[in-house]
């Protein structure tokens, strides 16, 4: 039966704007190979969604309703459902001096940052800089290989494949125990010093609350272990490695 608002599942796509082929992104790793996309630092694997709540763009998310787990679909979305119509407002000319020491080595195609806006440089010329704001996928049609993998059913998969989404590649190092009402997650050491954190607990607890409504309570619990056995171990072993005597050298003569 088609998903419900709220459901989470495991998708695998490769997304293209529709009239050029260009590549955008794709969650297979053989795919991103071949389109020359591919970035070694980058996850391939199923990502996960949930249904109706925004996680992707409006025209996808409204697609992906009407399919069942195991469907493979090819989706176009309109501009007006995927990033939005080119806004010619969103053009502005700007002197190339307010980019300062970079703007000797500015070139058209340039993604800039200005007064915390992030822009594309169209046009260089008589000491200026046009500068574009819109998206840069706005007024493009984007064409998608959709697979609904998974639907998530348990509260055991739901909860791990929001931990692993938080953790963004070390989720697998976060263990967690769900009992009555109250869940529990266990963060190792090596993880304390990760850049945001608390911020990623706050998501946690938030997607926790939302997707698995039983829950009434998140605990985090900040694991550390001794490292004395592993000293004990190295001092015994020191102790043990048998002295040999100096051989003298042969008289000679």
């Not at 025209?59 to 989706?75: C, P, S």
């Not at 007024?139 to 609904?148: L, M, N, Q, T």
């Not at 266990?186 to 997607?207: T, Y």
């Amino acid at each position: 039966m088609p998903f419900e608002k709220g459901d989470l599942i495991l998708a695998n796509y490769t997304a293209k704007v529709q009239d050029t082929g260009e590549p955008i992104e794709t969650t297979l790793e053989e795919e991103a190979k071949k389109l020359n996309i591919y970035d070694s630092a980058a996850r391939y694997e199923p990502r996960l969604i949930a249904v109706g709540e925004g996680w992707v763009i409006s025209g996808l998310d409204a697609e992906i309703k009407n399919m069942n787990a195991g469907d493979k679909k090819e989706v176009v979305v309109p501009p007006e459902k995927a990033f939005g119509q080119r806004d010619p407002t969103q053009m502005r000319m700007i002197p190339i001096r307010k980019f300062g020491e970079k703007a000797a080595e500015m070139s058209v195609g340039d993604t800039v940052d200005v007064d915390n806006r992030v822009g594309i440089v169209r046009f260089i010329g008589s000491g200026r800089a046009q500068v574009d704001f819109n998206h840069r996928l706005a007024g493009k049609s984007i064409a998608y290989d959709f697979e609904v993998v998974k639907k998530l059913e348990t509260d055991d998969e739901k909860l791990r494949a929001l931990i692993d989404r938080r953790f963004a590649g070390e989720g697998a190092k976060v263990t967690f125990d769900l009992k009555e009402d109250g869940l529990n997650v266990q963060i190792p050491d090596e993880l304390f010093l990760l850049e945001g954190l608390q911020i990623i607990k706050r998501g946690i607890s938030n997607d926790a609350f939302k997707f698995v409504p039983s829950i009434k309570e998140v605990t985090f619990t900040e694991k550390y272990l001794s490292k004395k056995p592993a000293e004990k171990a190295a001092k015994k072993e020191e102790v043990e490695v048998p002295q040999t005597e100096p051989i003298p050298a042969e008289k000679t003569g």
